[in-house]
């Protein structure tokens, strides 16, 4: 019974290995050649969409990822590569704001506030992807993230009709990353059931223009 028990459990792990290492290959090969590192290769979009994360680490220092996506965003404007910018987070409570945190380091850092567009319902990367199209109209977007990041939120907005590149924010070592990337990995198998189940959007609403 004990042997045929670990011989299942065998199975499945081998089975959950397979489907993880065949959704990050779909994921990486479709988008390959849609993210740029260098800003003067990057193709040039109307509007810039960051993706939101916690400025703040649980132990209160500033989490370099959300840093690094600000100063991304900031380099693609100075460049003339984007001359909107919508920023997509979770606003879940009161205390807890991506959207608004991230638009006040933008104008701190120089980005004009009548360019830069919230959307508060980004609670999740379907969610900005989708929302980026059907909320605020948008046919083409550029993606602020990091590669990783990047590469996902290109690969939803392929399967939703939007046109979307990537600018990949600088990225952390393997070893100070490791949490997040071996998230990464179940995330994307995550778009894979969210297809399957057609998963929508949290919140929808009203159309916004960004102009």
């Known amino acids: 019974m004990l042997k045929t028990i670990l011989k299942i459990s065998g199975a499945l792990l081998i089975a959950l290995l397979l489907v993880i290492i065949c959704c990050n290959a779909i994921i ?6 849609k993210t740029f590192f260098d ?32 100063n991304a965003t900031v380099a693609l404007y ?11 987070g979770d606003n879940g409570t009161i205390y807890y704001n991506e959207p608004d945190t991230i638009k ?28 980026a199209k059907f909320i605020f109209g948008l046919k083409k977007v550029t993606v602020i ?19 979307a590149i990537g ?9 100070q990353g490791i949490k997040v990337q071996v998230r990464e990995y179940l995330a994307r ?5 969210d297809a399957l189940l057609n998963t929508q959007p949290k919140f929808y609403g009203e159309p916004i223009e960004i102009k």
Request: no cysteine; proline share 4%; net charge positive.
């Open 28 to 33: 990486t090969s479709t988008t390959e050649d």
């Open 39 to 70: 800003v003067q290769q990057i193709p040039t979009n109307r509007v810039g969409l960051i993706l939101g994360t916690s400025s703040r680490l649980t132990d209160g220092s500033p989490n370099p990822y959300y840093t690094h996506r600000i």
């Open 78 to 88: 100075q460049a003339n590569k984007i001359k909107f910018v919508l920023v997509s």
């Open 104 to 131: 006040k380091d933008l104008i701190k850092a120089g980005i004009p506030e009548k360019v830069i567009f919230l959307d508060y319902a980004g609670f999740r990367t379907l969610d900005s992807m989708v929302r």
């Open 145 to 163: 993230s990091q590669q990783f990041h990047n590469e996902r939120a290109i690969y939803i907005a392929q399967q939703k009709g939007l046109d």
């Open 167 to 175: 600018f990949n924010a600088k990225d952390l070592s393997t070893s």
């Open 189 to 193: 198998v995550k778009v894979f059931i």
